[in-house]
Structures are given as C-alpha cells and as structure tokens.
C-alpha cells in the first residue's frame, strides 16, 4: 500500500486539515465532530458545524471547517461555497486562506484543462496571501512552497519562489525543512542520499507527529522495517490534534503490516489493524479499503478463511471503485 495521505489531517498533505485550528470555546462539540466523520458519519458532523453558524463568536470557523468537510467528501463546489462565506467574515487568519486555496486547488483538479488554469491562480493567489498575513506560519509556508515547486510555470509554480520560501523554512523550522527534503530527494531517486539525511533528522528527534511519521513511511517504503517500525511505534508519545490525529491513528496500521511483511507476528498485526478499524470507519479515508485488504489478508495468513470470505465480501458491499488504485490491486488479486 502507497502513501495517499488524504485531508483527515493536512486532509492532511494533501488537502490541508493541517491548517485547521480548533475553535477556542467549542473543542468539545468539533471534537464530537471529527469523531462523527472518522466513523462515516458525514451528516452528523456537518449538523454539528452548522448548529455552530448561529454563534456569532464561531461563525467564521465553523464556516471553514464545512468547508473542510465538504472538500473531504470530493465536494469542492459547495467546499468554495463555505470557505468564500468564512472569508467574508473578518478578520481572516492564515488558517483559512490557505484552506480556500487547498479547495481551489483540489476544485481545479476536477476542472476542464481552461477553468483549472484560473482556478489553479486563485489557489496560489490564497496561499500568498497566507503567507503574507503570517509569514512565519510554518503550514502556509509549506503549503505555498510545495505549490511552488509542484506546479507547471503556466499555473504559478516558480522554482525561484519556491527556493526562497525553502530557505525561510530551513530557518523557522528544520525538521520541516528536512522532511521536505528527505521526499525530494527520494522522489529524484537520489535514495542514499535521502536515507542519509533521514538518519540526520531521526538523531535529533521530532516536535512533529507529521513529521515523523513522514519520514517512518519513507523508511517502509525503502523497506527499511528496523527504522519506521519503531518511529510508529513512538508516535502515541505525540499530543493528539486536529492537526495530527490522522498520522497517530494510521501509526496503527502502518505498523500492523510492517509486522505482517517483516517479522510475521499475524496475531499482533491482525490486533494493531482492527485497532485502527475501531478508530476509522470513514470509507472516503485514503487508507480504509487498503486497512481492511489487508486484514483480510493477515486473517487468511493465520488460516482463518472465513474471516478472510467476510471481510472481501465486505469490500465488494461498498463503494470500493472510487480509490481507483487500491481498486486495480484488488481486483488483480486472484
């Protein structure tokens, strides 16, 4: 199973819940909210952050986070809806700028060839902003600066841009800086090099769940099991935030089939993995079809094929075709 970090956290590097702070006076009722959409309970949720709108005093954030749930739902018209309405409500803050430029950006992926060039200037446009109101908000940093490197010129991406913007990150915060590197140099396919500079960080320990769990991924991916196996096992020493809760949660199943593929502890994979199950039942999480392939697949390693017939048949019952790389695997499996 590939990386495909999904916005549960920066949506998470990829759509930004990253950029979500939780509202002041109300952690309780958007805790109960997130709760709702990890367990696939997408209405709930979004009655929770609409019961929100009424306050006054939290109108602005609630806005943001239906914005949030809405662009996690693959609905980014009405995702630009609720951040255009959060915008309009002053003051902004750098959190929701560079949420309106994830959804423009993910909005422009759904675009015909012409309306994503627009759309694609607007999402850079909000990330400028971002940066230009908190210029030492390490999230929208990194935001404009991935932007930067990761889009063609004709849309906005600089190489330029983006170095300098690297290079005030490499001063705010290393570890960000690093980790950024670290996937670079591996996606350049300079692999020693990466390994080296990921051996660096690791010495030094992370402030980021984020992070660290960024780089235990590219170790397992590497097949490096000795050196990701005990970075996941370490992430529950991280607080739990809106920020982080996606990369401590999928700890669990990373570790699980780590397990299953090095040392192959079955019975400790299959308890790590349904762990994980228990905690995410939201069937648009990047990782949910590949959590339950996989249990199915320790399940028939321990012999057990009726739980391994279940859980497949579970798979085929939903909506599985819409993760159209975990579906290509799945149904090449015989």
């Known amino acids: 199973m590939k990386l ?44 929770i952050f609409l019961n929100l709108i009424d ?39 750098a959190d929701e700028l560079t949420m309106s430029g994830d959804i423009y950006c993910n909005h422009a992926q759904r675009a015909s060839m012409f309306k994503a060039l627009k759309i694609a200037k607007t999402c850079i446009a909000q990330y400028e902003k971002a940066v230009k109101l908190e210029p030492e908000n390490v999230d929208a940093l990194m935001t404009a600066m991935q932007f930067y490197f990761g889009a063609p010129s004709f849309a906005g991406g600089s190489t330029e841009k983006g170095n300098a913007l690297l290079a005030k990150l490499k001063t705010l915060s290393p570890e960000h800086a690093t980790t950024y590197q670290v996937a670079e140099l591996d996606r350049a396919e300079k692999t020693d090099v990466a390994l080296a500079l990921a051996d660096e960080l690791v010495k030094k320990g992370f402030s980021s769940a984020t992070n660290q769990y960024m780089i235990a991924h590219f170790y397992r991916d590497k097949k490096h099991y000795d050196k990701a196996l005990p970075l996941f096992s370490s992430m529950n020493k991280f607080s739990e935030t809106i920020k982080n809760s996606w990369f401590i949660r999928d700890s669990l199943l990373q570790k699980g089939e780590i397990l299953m593929m090095d040392s192959g502890d079955i019975p400790q994979a299959i308890k790590l993995i349904e762990e994980y199950k228990q905690k995410n039942r939201n069937s648009r999480d990047p990782h949910y079809f590949w959590s339950t392939w996989s249990l199915a697949k320790a399940y028939k390693s321990a012999g057990n094929h009726t739980k391994y017939d279940e859980l497949v048949a579970q798979i085929e019952s939903e909506d599985y075709e819409s993760n159209k790389e975990f579906s290509k695997q799945f149904e090449n499996r015989k």
Not at 71 to 89: C, D, F, H, R, W
Request: net charge negative; aromatic share 6%; hydrophobic share 40%.
């Open 4 to 47: 495909r970090v999904l916005a549960h956290a920066l949506l998470a590097a990829s759509v930004g819940l990253g950029s979500v702070s939780v509202l002041a006076n109300e952690s309780d009722a958007v805790s109960q909210a997130f709760s709702a959409f990890d367990q696939g309970k997408h209405q709930e949720a979004e009655n």
């Open 55 to 93: 306050n006054p005093e939290h109108k602005n954030q609630a806005l943001m986070y239906l914005g949030w749930l809405h662009l996690g739902q693959g609905k980014t018209e009405s995702a630009i809806e609720y951040i255009e309405q959060a915008l309009k409500v002053a003051p902004n803050t």
